[in-house]
């Protein structure tokens, strides 16, 4: 039988979600970069125009997805840090 130590398996969680954070965090920067303005700001503004741009809806319907991924992560990462985990 192996016996592994939780605080192993945490350190190991911990790693495996910094590194999605990170490339979560990099995609959404991607996108500021390319227009130049924050989700909300986007988001506002691709409501309001009359004439739909299916690559702006694409790319905001991307956008929000890492951005929620992103803030869920960062939860879980949270969670994990302060121990409120449990290993099955």
């Known amino acids: 039988m192996v016996v592994i130590d939780k605080h192993r398996v945490a350190d ?4 495996s979600y910094l590194a999605e954070q990170r ?7 991607f996108y500021e970069n390319k227009y130049g303005e ?8 691709t409501r309001q125009n009359e ?3 299916f ?8 956008w929000q997805a ?4 992103h803030t869920d992560i ?7 840090k ?5 290993v099955a």
């Open 38 to 45: 924050t989700l909300e700001d986007f988001q506002k503004k």
């Open 51 to 53: 004439n739909e741009d």
């Open 55 to 62: 690559q702006e809806w694409d790319d905001f319907i991307e």
């Open 12 to 15: 190991w969680m911990l790693l």
């Open 74 to 80: 960062t939860k879980t990462i949270n969670d994990i």
């Open 66 to 69: 890492y951005s929620n991924f």
């Open 23 to 29: 490339q979560l965090h990099e995609n959404i920067l």
């Open 82 to 86: 302060s121990g409120n985990f449990q």
